[in-house]
């Protein structure tokens, strides 16, 4: 698709597509535009004067997500850059080079992008493992050596003391940038990651006509060897409250049919993992689905639509989509609550469908690094599935799936198998060229061998396993929402629960009237009210903000002052009064 943009240079015309990130298309314009271009001053809107947004605010979000479409025009304006700045590091902002080796050397450092708050965070820290003045140390205590000195992040000994099975991105991005980008190096950078890319290059006419017609050895992806992924994007999966999960098992309960569900969170630092990242889960949404015993189907533009426009929403909250979450329980029949334990080493952990199913959703949310050639570099998303556990206890799995994984499935080269456990490679077609595909595994001697992946492989060399749990104690949690349940939660309607104005007057009337605001302000923070009340749009945007900031925010009493005494919010009071 092709996206416009008027500046005061002329009309420029930029190619992309709907999963690019918008900064990613902005780096694509910068090279179209004047070299004393500003970018720091850069700001988009679609009509003169309205809806100005910075560029910097939207740098993480994509194309898609953006409501942009093919042939869409936006007005960039932007400032030039002060005489002094001109010939200074910034004019070479976008621009990368090639050495001999192929390598792409940017001669300035990382890009300028807008990363997640955690990873500036986290860029900022060393990581450094302390260590204890052990029986070897021949020094005093202020003294250190070799054994006692603080060891790097990614150190191999102490994750596998601590029974860490991935180091943790960040750890593994500094081991890179230590080895890629050494100081005796000066001025030359080298982006320490990159996207792994295992489509053939169609545009490529070096002596020949493009694929299918002809090849070579600089369009055709090499041959891929695969192996577990040493590090992870997050690290841990914590739910705020155990109500959550409780309200999300419910549908099961009462149904006996699987669920699907989205979650609601933010990511922040985890401490028990250097350097680690942690998905905080704050409301699980189910979309419009078609639940049954085994599975569920579910129309994908339905539930795109949806998804956008709770996405907004959400964003509004402080909240970003982190995740999905679904069900797979039978119940074992003992009648104590039991249920089988259908996922273990011997069975599957994610089947070859839902391992593709995650490694798409990854890819609608690419995680943002000024580090990457790219702009960005795999994705924080997670996959967590709920079923039961050897002892036959409801349980929750968390997984990601590796780079590869989001190669192989965006060149189209797995699909699933007969097999659950197992991933098999689709032929090559004129649309696609699948090369060699090996796996490591261990022989019956115990010896390390190379084996042909043809016609499947095992889908565990694309898993990325994660830990999960809760805050330890109710003074750790610091949640958005004071309440989870109470209010019937979205598309539940096969269960006999709807969203509607009786639902409504039964939850929130009493309280609204009743003049007691500790007690409003626990029954508004609820995820689920919020999207519905929004939904009704009865309230302002004015108001609504108010509504939002009332029930997520810590400073809330004056905020919900506001709110109760404003037209609106009187409205709807008036309208739950009247409703049977």
């Known amino acids: 698709m092709l996206i416009r943009f008027r500046s005061k240079n002329g009309t420029h015309r930029v190619s992309c597509q709907e999963n690019d990130l918008f900064g990613t298309v902005i780096e694509k314009l910068v090279g179209n535009l004047d070299p ?14 309205q809806g100005i947004h910075a560029v910097s ?12 479409k093919h042939g869409d025009m936006l007005i960039l304006n932007y400032s030039d850059k002060p005489a002094n700045e001109k010939d200074g590091v910034n004019v070479e ?39 204890q003045k052990s029986k070897l140390c021949k020094h005093g205590d202020r003294g250190m050596c070799e054994y006692c000195s603080p060891l790097p992040p990614w150190d191999k000994e102490y994750h596998e003391k601590n029974k860490i099975k991935h180091i943790s991105f960040h750890s593994y991005l500094k081991k890179l940038n230590e080895n890629a980008n050494k100081k005796e190096n000066g001025s030359s950078y ?50 705020q409250k155990s109500e959550i999960i409780n309200e999300f098992i419910q549908a099961w309960r009462y ?54 426009q709770i996405d907004r929403q959400a964003q ?34 994610l089947s070859s469908l839902e391992v593709i199913m995650a490694a798409r959703h990854q890819t609608r949310h690419p995680n943002v690094s000024k580090y990457s050639e790219q702009g960005f570099f795999s994705s924080k998303f997670v996959t967590c599935v709920i079923s039961g556990n050897l002892e036959g206890e409801i349980d929750i799995s968390s997984y990601q799936v590796s780079t590869e994984a989001e190669a192989l499935v965006t060149a189209d080269m797995i699909s699933g198998s007969t097999f659950p456990s197992m991933a098999y490679i689709n032929d090559t077609t004129d649309e696609r060229y699948v090369p060699e ?4 595994k261990s022989n019956e001697y115990g010896i390390t061998v190379k084996e042909n992946a043809k016609p499947a492989f095992p889908v565990d060399y694309l898993l990325v396993t994660l830990t999960h749990g809760f805050p330890n104690t109710d003074t750790e949690t610091n949640s958005k929402f004071v309440s989870s349940t109470g209010f019937p939660w979205s598309n539940r309607q096969a269960m006999g629960q709807s969203q509607d104005y009786q639902e409504l007057k039964k939850y929130l009337f009493n309280v609204a009237s009743s003049g007691d605001f500790n ?3 626990e029954k508004i923070s609820n995820f689920h009210l919020l999207l519905y009340i929004n939904s009704l749009q009865i309230l302002s945007p004015d108001e609504w903000k108010l509504l939002i900031e009332s029930a997520v925010k810590n400073e809330w009493e004056e905020s919900l002052l506001k709110l109760v005494s404003s037209a609106g919010w009187q409205t709807l009071v008036m309208i739950l009064q009247e409703s049977g």
């Open 57 to 68: 605010e939207l740098a993480d979000r994509t194309v898609m997500d953006l409501g942009l």
């Open 190 to 239: 080298i982006s320490p990651l990159s996207e792994p890319d295992f489509r053939i290059n169609k545009r490529c006419h070096n002596g020949h006509e493009p694929w299918p017609r002809g090849i070579c050895s600089k369009c055709q992806p090499s041959a891929i060897t695969l192996q577990q992924q040493e590090f992870r994007m997050v690290d841990h999966v914590e739910f």
């Open 316 to 349: 509004e909250m402080g909240l970003s989509r982190i995740g999905l979450i679904f069900t797979d329980l039978s119940d074992a029949g003992a009648g104590d609550g039991s249920v089988f334990c259908k996922r273990h080493k011997d069975s599957f952990f």
């Open 255 to 308: 149904t006996g049919m699987q669920r699907f569900g989205y979650m609601y969170g933010s990511y922040s630092k985890y401490d028990n993992t250097p350097l680690g990242i942690k998905a905080v889960v704050e409301a699980i949404y189910e979309p419009p689905q078609h639940d049954e015993q085994d599975g569920l189907t579910m129309d994908v533009e339905q539930v795109k639509n949806e998804m956008l």
């Open 93 to 131: 902002i976008g621009s990368v080079g090639i050495d001999s080796k192929g390598i792409r050397q940017h001669r300035y450092g990382p890009l300028r992008i807008k990363e997640l708050a955690v990873d500036e965070e986290l860029e900022k820290e060393d990581g450094l493992i302390p260590r």
């Open 519 to 521: 007690l409003l302000h």
């Open 36 to 49: 004393n271009a500003d970018v720091d001053t850069f700001t988009v809107c679609e009509k003169p004067g």
């Open 437 to 440: 595909i090996f796996y490591m």
